[in-house]
């Protein structure tokens, strides 16, 4: 069965029924699709992490993590895939960001991040928050 899914609500509403139907395909209008999307597409300078769960990127986008990663890397940003045992997320999830953006970040506000007891190094940081899941 294939469903066109018009709102955020009903796509929430959905993905919360998906795992009773789970044989049910789910097609998402553009806009929705892309409003996923910009939490990947967007990260740059001004948006220096995004994410999104693995059965978001499978069920509703239609593609593969390696996909969007590839994708990002073209971009010059930096990926980490991380599986259901090394995030809180419960499919697992492809983290995109920005490393040198993230780092300087990191490095101005070093001594809140090291008072919060958070890594300075990007790619540990970005570990960090995939592991514990604010």
Not at 22 to 29: H, N, P, Q, T, Y
Not at 54 to 63: A, E, N, V
Not at 112 to 120: K, M, S, W
């Amino acid at each position: 069965m294939v469903k066109a899914v018009s709102s955020h609500a009903e796509f929430y509403s959905i993905k919360q029924q998906h795992s009773a139907a789970s044989e049910r395909k789910i097609i998402l209008d553009e806009e929705t699709q892309n409003a996923l999307l910009r939490g990947l597409s967007g990260v740059g300078p001004s948006k220096i992490v995004g994410y999104l769960p693995i059965y978001t990127i499978r069920q509703f986008l239609g593609t593969t993590p390696k996909a969007l990663a590839a994708a990002a890397v073209t971009r010059g940003l930096a990926t980490a895939l991380f599986t259901t045992r090394t995030t809180g997320i419960k499919s697992g999830a492809l983290y995109i960001y920005d490393r040198n953006a993230l780092e300087r970040l990191l490095n101005k506000e070093a001594d809140a991040v090291q008072a919060a007891g958070l890594p300075l190094d990007a790619d540990a940081f970005v570990a960090h928050i995939a592991r514990v899941f604010y």
